[in-house]
């Protein structure tokens, strides 16, 4: 079993920055590939990043492209989102997910563990 907690979403101004972290304890960390994905109210669930195994593949959706940087620290079993230049569209829960495979995947259904979420507000 794999558990992931998310941490440091919050409330910024459009053009700003924030830094979420998921920290996962359970099941190797390395041996299973990552993403974040995001929600907002009366929406889907849509993919944001997602980065493999080691950490030297990475994949992003065209909204967050140049924006986003997803990276992770095997060391710490820890996974983060770098956020820059935030729109207030960007506003939604962001959900740290994993699944037991080496490589990315943008499909919700792809992944085995979820985290409870962290609100991210970006204000006009």
């Known amino acids: 079993q794999v558990q992931l907690v998310e941490s440091g979403g919050g409330l910024v101004q459009a053009g700003g920055s924030l830094r979420v972290s998921c920290a996962a304890s359970?099941?190797?960390?390395?041996?299973?590939?990552m993403a974040w994905f995001r929600q907002a109210p009366g929406k889907e669930r849509d993919f944001v990043a997602a980065?493999?195994?080691?950490?030297?593949?990475?994949s992003y959706a065209d909204s967050v492209k140049g924006r986003f940087t997803i990276s992770r620290d095997n060391a710490k079993n820890t996974m983060y989102l770098q956020m820059n230049s935030l729109k207030p569209e960007d506003t939604a829960v962001y959900y740290c997910?994993?699944?037991?495979?080496?490589?990315?995947?943008?499909?919700?259904?792809?992944?085995?563990?979820w985290g409870q979420g962290t609100q991210v507000t970006v204000s006009s």
């Open positions: 980065i493999n195994w080691s950490g030297g593949r990475t």
């Open positions: 359970g099941r190797t960390f390395s041996s299973m590939s």
């Open positions: 997910a994993a699944r037991r495979y080496l490589t990315v995947a943008a499909h919700p259904d792809e992944y085995n563990y």
